[in-house]
Structures are given as C-alpha cells and as structure tokens.
C-alpha cells in the first residue's frame, strides 16, 4: 500500500448551499466522464490521490480554494453523482463523512456481490488505511471522514480526513493502490493483468510479501512515512492573493478568452457562441481534465473557473456555471456516439493557454481583476452562502481584465 500523498487545510464549519451542491454533482460528473472516455477509469483513481489535483478540482467546482470542506463536499457530491452511474463508468464510492464512514465496510462488500471482486480484501484494505493515519501515525490528527474508490477492474484509492483539535486543522490522506509495490518483494501482485475476476487478492499464497509490506506500514516510523508522499500545505488566509497563483498560467487564460476571438484558433471554432467567461472557467475545467501533474502546485488558480461560495476570490456566477456544465454535458454526449470534435475542441482551450505560457509576461492587475471579477458578478447570476450579488453602486472605469 502507498500513502499517495496529504494535504493540511485550515478547518472550515460552513455549509454548501443547495444550489451549489447540485451543480457540483453534475459539474463532477462531467468531469468524471470525460476523463474516463478520453484516459480510462485508472486515470480517475490515480488523479483523486493526487492532493494537489483534488483541491484543485474542488476550487473548479466552487468550493473556497483552500479549506478542509472540499474534502467532505466534493467527496459527497461524487458520491451521489457517480454511483446511479458505476457500471458505466467502472467507479464506486463509498463511506463519507461521520457516521456514513462507516458504512462503507458494507457497501464494499456489496459491490463485491456484483461485480466479482473480493469483497474481504477491499474491507481489509478499507480499515487498514484508516488504522494507519489514525493510529499508526501519531500526528495528532483524528479521523472524521474515510472514502474508499474502487475500480470494477480492483484497482482503488482512499481519501480520508482528519481534524486536529488543538489547533483547528485538518489534514487529508490519499492513498493508491497502484503503489502497493512501493512495500514488496513482488510488485503490482494482484494489481495489475487482465481481469479475470478477483484482482485484489492479497490473501493468495503468491500475495503474502503484500500482506507483510501492508503490516510492516503500521511499525514505521512517522518520519519516515512522511517522505514517503507529497504534501500540500493550504495557507490560512482565506482572500485569494497574487502569491498563491501561478500568473503566467491565469494570465494565459485570460488572454485566450477574453483578448481573443475564438475564430482566431482554428481549434475552438466549435465552441463558437460560448461568451468569454464561459470559456474562462471552460479553460480552467479543460487543464482538470487534460492537466499534467505539474500543473496543479497553485490550486487557488482554479477559483477562478467559479468563484467560491464565500466569495472569495468572487461570487459562483450560475449562469457561467450552468453553461459551463451543458457544454461539457453535451461534449461528453456526442463521444459516447462517436462524434468527439467538441471534446477535442474543449481539450484545444488547455492545450492553447500552455502554449501561450512560454511567452507570456503578467502585470501588477491582479487585484484589480479579482475587483473586476466581483463588480460584474451579479451579470452572471453570482451568489454566495450570504446571498446574490448586487451591481455595484458605480461602477468603475478603465479596468482592465487583462493579467499581461
């Protein structure tokens, strides 16, 4: 078993208003969808146990950029999103958050049932990675939250979360099965080959160097665990600033959609009728979707698809949002049937904004982006969990939007 890697977070006690937690279910399952028909549903697990990838799809789908309630939130809004549509997709979540953590010894074994696998192991897996980082790991941190992902092929991730009570903290724990090599004498044992029933299964003779790798995991020594995976450390201010954002890359974005006209990228023309600040947080979905690993060091640049629901670094537009997901619902809709020019087009708006990186100089306008961001908020349906956004009583001139 490998711990793929953690995030400290500053613990937030907030709520996810109705209305966004709707759109994050759809918003999560387009994304969800595309990235298994264009990279198959090993590329789902592996980027959920990538913490910097899931804070960043957390921030796309509008949660605050930096707090330990995109864990349960996004978590909860796959969960009800993906599971009416597992067998197509291959994916099943379960546990969450509280008491429902504990559910998901059952549900394993449920979906054991249908699907062939071994339901046993999965459980053994499922408490096992909890007994690590919360008791083997002496951090301080209490588990409150534990979501086991299962691929129908056996292949699984966890993210769980826990909360430090001494200083208001939470941290969360990724964990892949696709490392389980990284402990063993025989890698990916009951990992990887073709399907032929149950994949995981570490009780076989041939398994038992995983078993030993998986028990020497809870004698180890914390410090020595810890260099062992990546680790994302959210600051606590809650605003959005210029130090936590790659410029070169928001900027890029930035000029693509609002700078230019998508006629003049042969590659968009099929998302010609989309407005500029659809295409922005189209963009901004796009690199979730399409992104390298390394594109995911500055999280908070992905606020900027949505917003946030405490208005930082602006309002979640609706309008955007829901327009946002009809484009990426209907790009994945026309692939099912084979037609897939309006997901490469949607993939075109990625690869356009990197390309433009290279050569790309930002100014000093981020805060007043960020200032032009919120005064136009209410022409995009913006809301908040203290309300909708309101025109400004005047409203300013000469800002410019642009970040070069």
């Not at 990279?39 to 960043?56: A, H, M, N, T, V």
Request: with cysteine; aromatic share 8%; proline share 5%.
């Amino acid at each position: 078993m490998k711990r793929s890697g953690s995030a400290d977070l500053p613990l937030h006690y907030g709520y996810v208003p109705q209305w966004l937690a709707e759109r994050m279910a759809k918003l999560g399952l387009a994304i969800t969808e595309s990235i298994a028909t264009e990279y198959g549903q090993q590329e789902i697990l592996r980027r959920l146990s990538d913490p910097f990838w899931f804070q960043s799809f957390g921030a796309v789908m509008g949660m605050d950029w930096h707090s330990s309630g995109i864990t349960t939130s996004v978590m909860g809004a796959l969960k009800r999103a993906i599971n009416p549509h597992s067998k197509e997709l291959g994916i099943y979540i379960t546990g969450g958050k509280g008491k429902h953590s504990k559910q998901a010894p059952a549900e394993l074994l449920k979906i054991a049932g249908t699907t062939g696998l071994n339901g046993d192991e999965l459980v053994r897996c499922s408490k096992l990675s909890a007994k690590v980082d919360n008791t083997a790991v002496q951090d301080g941190f209490q588990l409150y939250t534990h979501n086991f992902i299962v691929g129908s092929n056996g292949e699984w991730t966890v993210v769980q979360q826990g909360m430090h009570p001494g200083n208001k903290t939470a941290r969360r724990y990724h964990w892949h099965s696709a490392g389980l090599a990284s402990f063993v004498e025989e890698p990916h044992t009951g990992v990887c080959g073709i399907n032929i029933g149950p994949m995981l299964n570490l009780t076989a003779a041939e398994a038992k160097p995983s078993r030993q790798g998986m028990l020497q995991l809870t004698i180890e020594k914390p410090e020595l665990m810890m260099q062992e995976f990546q680790q994302l450390i959210m600051p606590n201010h809650h605003d959005v600033r210029a130090e936590d954002v790659d410029l070169k890359r928001l900027g890029s974005i930035l000029w693509m959609a609002h700078e230019n006209n998508l006629q003049n990228f042969e590659e968009l023309l099929l998302l010609q009728g989309v407005g500029p600040r659809t295409v922005q947080s189209l963009a901004l979905v796009s690199e979730v979707i399409h992104g390298t690993p390394s594109r995911f060091k500055d999280p908070a640049r992905f606020s900027f698809a949505h917003g946030g629901k405490d208005g930082h670094p602006f309002p979640v537009p609706i309008n955007v949002y829901d327009e946002t997901i009809s484009t990426l619902q209907t790009a994945v809709n026309k692939a099912k049937l084979g037609n897939s020019d309006k997901q490469q087009a949607l993939k075109a708006l990625h690869t356009i904004a990197a390309r433009a990186e290279k050569d790309f100089v930002p100014n000093n306008n981020f805060n007043q982006l960020i200032e032009k961001e919120r005064e136009d908020s209410w022409k995009y349906g913006g809301k908040t969990v203290f309300g909708d956004a309101k025109p400004p009583k005047s409203v300013k001139k000469g800002v410019q939007l642009r970040l070069f």
